[in-house]
């Protein structure tokens, strides 16, 4: 395969993990018709540059790829919680601070300022992360096992919370909710939101669905229609508490 077809190969895995060509765009801040034209093939902006590259004998290794001399020996580190009360948020150019503001499944007030108490270091130039700024990370809790085996208990879950206010698509994202009532609770569920006669309907769905069937509210009567109120933000990263594997 030639080198701009492979790359243009790539870009197309990519935007079907990003979840569609649109996200992808948005997150490299490239124009979606640009965007568009160079993953159809209708466009090939850059393919000379490539040919005379590849005439050279240069070689791309893409970061899904596996190769002999790009290996690199893996170096484990025991990590470490920053306290928010004992230090500020870590200052760097290729990393930024998240805070830490606790547990899914706990009640009112895990939002606010005073909750936080500890900052998760992220870098900047993931694909995941890139372009977004408000951010937030909480912890999957102790007894929280409706998405497994997806997210386990202890996970940690990085959310966007810019993205929460057109309806979830593809339907199925992944969010920080809240539902509606006296204790707030808030929990990690995947959304999908049901058009009805007269109305709308927002589904709360786990991936344990046996032990935790989907739950249902009108969004209108419950949430009063503030999208705010009902989704936190959008799961956008994860980490795996690796003390289980």
Known sequence: MKMYDKVISWLNREAESAGSPARLAEQLGAARSTFYKALRGDSRPAEAI???????????????????????????????????KEAPPPDSERYMAV?????????PGMMGPAEIYSWILVYRYHRSVLNRSN???????????????????LDIILLDRN????????????FLVQEPGPDYAKSVKR??????????????????????????????????????????????????DMTRK
């Open 99 to 107: 805070p830490l503001v606790g547990q899914a499944g706990a009640g």
């Open 135 to 153: 951010l937030l990370a909480v912890e999957v809790g102790e007894n929280q096992r409706s998405m497994a085996p997806t997210l386990n208990p």
């Open 163 to 174: 993205d929460i206010y057109a309806e979830p698509a593809p339907p199925g994202n992944i």
């Open 191 to 240: 959304v999908v939101f049901e058009r009805k006669k007269h109305g709308l309907n927002i589904v709360f769905y786990s991936d344990n669905a046996v032990e935790y069937p989907p739950r249902t509210f009108d969004f209108e009567a419950e949430y009063g229609g503030d999208i705010t109120k009902a989704l936190i933000g959008r799961v956008v990263w994860a980490w795996s």
């Open 50 to 84: 490539f040919d005379w590259m590849e005439q050279l004998g240069a070689t791309i290794h893409l970061p899904d790829e596996a190769g002999d001399d790009t290996i690199r020996e893996v170096c484990f580190v025991e990590a470490e919680r920053v306290n928010a």
